[in-house]
């Protein structure tokens, strides 16, 4: 029958329990910081004694900072000694890890791999990768260095443990990038195989492309030419040799020979400034031609080709012999000039007799209907040849007048007012600002301004609206006539101050010649001032003109 002790002998037990696990503790403490020589370990065949030489501590002390696991055994596989870092790895108090066998730590499936490693270490140094499973039963994958030591008590082996989680885990992640890159690498070799394909076809159309453009360009009465993003021939086609006698490397150096002295400057500065505002070029110069050295006029236009960014990467430019028309041309302002001057005379005479016809008594009723539509047939028979005269005068550059300071306010105050009785039916506004003093000639300015009225009116459609605006805009004057009639397309808007234009479907359904903004242009112009026009179609227009300040100026008059 077993024995029954007493509280007071159980009591004594628990107290000698705890001091041998206190010496324990110490002595393992000691062991690891090298503050004993000499330990005595018991076992099956009895207490062996390990000692621990002077030199071994800072080797002891090494391994306790090392981050890999540390481990020593016997022949048995017995653990004799461990790190803390190994006890913490595997997730067992350092107190329980020493006097295991190691083989405790190894899963099934790795127990007879790791007696292989072992036998081999006991042999030689020697490396291999193992799983170790760790107090929580996780798998933890591991590196272990084997290397055998020789210790007064006999042979033991060494093992260093160096967790692989990370590298583990570093390598699947590398792999499968290897895999994506890989995939990547196939998918871009499969792109430029197919992008060299569609490069192939695109040069072939290409090549078709270019072939035909020279075909077209060498068999058209026009000249051809086309030039770098900088401005730089580098194409032209045979009218242009056959004209210039000039290919186009010798073209490139002789392009100033080929224009008239008098048009080299200023075709030049107008180029640049195409370059300069990467927008279309348009010219009219007198160009040489070979095989006579006459100068004829050309009229050239270049225009910037475009990528699907906006980018300008070639100019396309033609010339074309305008020289006939601009002959033909000259003999109608002549035409015009000497018609108009022989038709001012009787026509002054007419309108005369007409006024003397008004002041008759005994008139009748009927008669005084005729006479008025033969005044307003006069007049605008009169207005027709004064546009005439006037573009003559432009043509010939002898458009002069006066200038001086006039109050623009009052001006164009005067213009709304006679506006009004003019156009009944319409509501005309004005908004001014007060004292504008313009310089230039007023009797010209108000025929310009009357001119925008009157296109105003006469374009309203069924919009009765008119509004007239002077304004002042830093060292100018602004004038504006804004209506809200039929309004016009863009590229109406482009050629509306052009000689004898007239805008498209207007040409039968409203009277006129085209030339009132022509010459409302022109009279701007020679003011040094600037017109424009900005319209939708439908919505309406608005015509603007500027004039220089009077006080821009010192002197009140000149010509």
Request: net charge negative.
């Amino acid at each position: 029958m077993k024995e029954t002790k007493n509280y007071e002998e159980l009591l004594e037990e628990l107290e000698d329990l705890k001091f041998q696990l206190k010496e324990a503790n110490e002595t393992l403490h000691a062991i690891r910081t090298g503050q004993i020589d000499a330990l005595v370990v018991e076992t099956e065949d009895g207490p062996q004694l390990y000692t621990l030489k002077s030199a071994d501590h800072t080797y002891r002390v090494f391994i306790e900072k090392m981050k890999e696991g540390a481990v020593t055994l016997n022949r048995k596989g017995i653990i004799l000694y461990s790190n803390s870092q190994f006890a913490d790895m595997i997730d067992v108090p350092l107190a329980k890890v020493i006097g295991l066998p190691i083989i405790d730590f190894i899963p099934d499936q790795y127990k007879g791999k790791f007696k292989k490693m072992t036998e081999q270490g006991w042999e030689s140094d020697s490396k291999g990768e193992i799983f170790l499973k760790s107090n929580s039963g996780k798998s933890i994958p591991f590196l272990l260095s084997f290397t055998s030591l020789e210790l007064d008590e006999g042979t033991a082996l060494s093992i260093i443990l160096t967790d692989l989680t990370l590298q583990k885990e570093n390598e699947k992640q590398l792999e499968l990038k290897n895999q994506q890159l890989e995939a990547a690498r196939l998918a871009a070799y499969k792109m430029n195989e197919e992008l060299e394909d569609i490069v192939e076809e695109r040069t072939k159309d290409l090549l078709i492309s270019r072939e035909y453009f020279k075909l077209l360009a060498d068999n058209i009465p026009v000249i051809i030419w086309t030039a770098t993003i900088d401005g730089k021939l580098d194409y032209v086609n045979r009218r242009w040799v056959e004209y210039t006698g000039f290919d186009v490397e010798e073209s490139k150096t002789k392009q100033s020979e080929l224009l008239h002295t008098d048009d080299v400057e200023r075709s030049i500065a107008e180029w640049q400034t195409a370059l300069k505002e990467k927008r279309k070029y348009e010219g009219e110069f007198r160009f040489k031609r070979a095989i006579d050295g006459t100068y004829r006029w050309h009229y050239s236009q270049a225009i910037p080709f475009k990528d699907e960014q906006g980018n300008i990467t070639a100019w396309i430019g033609t010339n074309i012999d305008i020289d006939d028309q601009k002959k033909e041309l000259e003999k109608k302002d002549e035409f015009i000039g000497v018609a108009s001057h022989e038709l001012k005379t009787p026509l002054t005479s007419l309108k005369g007799y007409i006024q003397l016809m008004e002041f008759q008594d005994n008139l009748s009723d009927e008669a005084k209907i005729y006479v008025t539509k033969a005044t307003s047939s006069i007049n605008k028979l009169q207005h027709l040849i004064d546009e005439l005269l006037d573009a003559s005068k432009i043509k010939a550059g002898k458009l002069k007048f006066k200038k001086h300071a006039f109050n623009l306010t009052q001006l164009v105050s005067l213009c709304v007012e006679n506006s009004t009785y003019m156009y009944p039916s319409f509501k005309i506004k004005k908004e001014l600002q007060e004292g504008i003093i313009a310089y230039g000639n007023d009797e010209r300015i108000e025929q310009v301004l009357m001119n925008l009225i009157n296109n105003a009116a006469k374009y309203s459609g069924d919009k009765k609206e008119i509004i007239i605006r002077a304004e002042k805009n830093n060292d100018s004057a602004m004038v504006s006539v804004i209506d809200f009639g039929i309004g016009m397309v863009n590229s109406d808007q482009e050629l509306i101050f052009e000689r004898f234009y007239r805008a498209n479907g207007h040409e039968s359904t409203m009277p006129g010649l085209g030339m009132g903004l022509y010459i409302s242009s022109e009279i701007i112009k020679e003011h040094k001032g600037e017109i424009h026009v900005k319209s939708k179609l439908n919505e309406g227009s608005v015509f603007s003109f500027s004039l220089p300040l009077a006080t821009q100026f010192a002197q009140t008059s000149d010509d």
